[in-house]
């Protein structure tokens, strides 16, 4: 999970609401440069203040002071023990990017601005710290840059700090601070009837991500069970392979799209999103960059849970389509039998517009 920080320094008025939505939303730190600010925060927040000069006279609360680039960490041995002194670098050219790259080594906490749009600064940094640094937070524009920044050399920075202009951007960069892929509890599911179902539309999603031998998406005609439908990363006759690609169902079929919210196949977009899915349940989020809808002779298969819970999955009929079982074994969808065992996944709950519900719902 990445952290979550707010400056309210400059907030045009708006500082007790955001102390107070900064609460409510459990960030992870809030900064401010006067210690009465953080004096209000519980303990579930940490307090971190940043004067923009010299070591402060006063830490009132403050569980992080951050010191500029130019302070002699020397001079922070008047602080409190418990104190935790970290940096506030500005990385505007060279000289204080080779600066930022020795900070983030040197102690627990570093922020870093950085006057350039570009991320390869923040590139570098993190591979310069990759082996030995403390925590990594990086002043963010908005919450979209936030998103960026998580996502700069995979495992991005520790956390973002962002200056809200409006109440709502701190739901928006907590939101955003979530969205990670948490481990499924994939279930073998036996197979009970193929059939050929006739013509339809069915739908192969584009990732804008290479995906694994044993990874794709769940797929399947109801909400409450899925079928993990692979990628086409394993080869076949006439047809290269596709290792952004699922041959994923038809269209009316619901997928994991992000934050447990499932998505038809038809609401994707390119820029959406859709939770990739390994053989042993683990998840990423990746990016969609095209849905391909095609008419296709079609594939019925109907599967069934060890505790009898019905899941059905339609597909394009044709064996380069191919669906995961236990291993992972690789079964091409057209030569599926009754009895063979397939890994699926099962909801609790069911779902109106995406999202979970506690209410009598039937689907057939």
């Avoid at 999603?205 to 409450?224: F, M, N, P, Q, R």
């Avoid at 038809?264 to 683990?282: D, W």
Wanted: with cysteine.
């Amino acid at each position: 999970m990445k952290r979550c920080w707010i400056d309210v320094r400059r907030c045009n008025g708006m500082k007790e609401a955001l102390l107070e939505a900064a609460i409510h939303q459990r960030v992870d730190a809030v900064l401010s440069d006067h210690p009465a600010d953080l004096a209000a925060m519980p303990p579930t927040v940490t307090r971190v203040l940043f004067q923009g000069h010299d070591v402060p006279t006063d830490a009132g609360a403050a569980d992080i002071v951050l010191l500029p680039a130019s302070t002699p960490l020397a001079d922070a041995a008047c602080l409190p023990k418990a104190v935790v002194v970290g940096r506030y670098v500005d990385v505007v050219d060279a000289e204080t990017l080779d600066l930022a790259c020795r900070t983030v080594r040197e102690v627990p906490v570093t922020v870093l601005r950085f006057q350039d749009p570009t991320k390869i600064p923040l590139e570098i940094v993190l591979a310069a710290g990759a082996r030995d640094c403390g925590e990594i937070i990086t002043v963010a524009a908005d919450v979209e840059e936030a998103q960026i920044v998580f996502g700069v050399l995979e495992r991005g920075a520790t956390g973002v700090l962002l200056a809200p202009t409006k109440l709502g951007d701190v739901a928006k960069l907590k939101e955003a601070t979530a969205v990670r892929g948490e481990d499924l509890a994939l279930e073998d599911l036996r197979i009970t009837k193929v059939s050929h179902v006739g013509m339809g539309d069915r739908a192969c999603i584009d990732t804008c991500s290479y995906l694994g031998k044993d990874e794709g998406i769940l797929v399947g005609s109801h909400a409450l069970g899925m079928i993990l439908c692979v990628s086409e990363t394993h080869p076949l006759p006439y047809m290269p392979t596709r290792p952004f690609r699922v041959n994923a169902g038809a269209v009316m079929s619901y997928t994991f799209a992000e934050n447990g919210r499932t998505a038809y196949l038809t609401e994707l977009r390119s820029g959406s999103k859709v939770t990739a899915v390994s053989a042993s349940g683990k998840t990423r989020i990746v990016t969609v960059g095209r849905v391909k809808i095609e008419r296709r002779p079609l594939l019925s298969i109907d599967a069934v849970a060890a505790g009898g819970q019905e899941v059905n999955l339609i597909v394009q009929d044709d064996w380069h389509v191919r669906v995961l079982g236990r291993g992972p074994v690789v079964h091409n969808s057209t030569e599926l039998a009754p009895g063979d065992t397939v890994l699926g996944f099962l909801s609790v709950d069911p779902r109106h517009v995406g999202f979970p519900i506690d209410e009598f719902l039937l689907e057939q």
